[in-house]
């Protein structure tokens, strides 16, 4: 499954080619996988990933950030916020 907030192998935050992971926005065990199947992922350079303290593992203002585009990404695609919540199972809006 693509992403729904962005394709590019370039860090969503800063722009940079180097050293990219691919981040999945609503992690732990069960919502990793969820986040695979609805494409809820992004490309982060390891800096923004979890290589320093601006890494959104570390950085919650940038984890929130990432899972509100995302959510309402989702929820403009795929119904609305019931259903955001039925798929997994809270709200960050």
Known sequence: MQSI??????CLVCGT???IHKHHIFYGS???KLS???????YLCAAHHN???AGVHFNKAL???LKERCQAEWESRNGGRADFIRVFGRSWL
């Open 5 to 10: 907030i962005s394709n590019e192998r370039v």
């Open 17 to 19: 080619t180097n050293d």
């Open 30 to 32: 069960a919502n990793r």
């Open 36 to 42: 695979e199947k609805h494409g809820c992922w992004c």
């Open 51 to 53: 290589f320093s303290n």
């Open 63 to 65: 984890d929130l950030e």
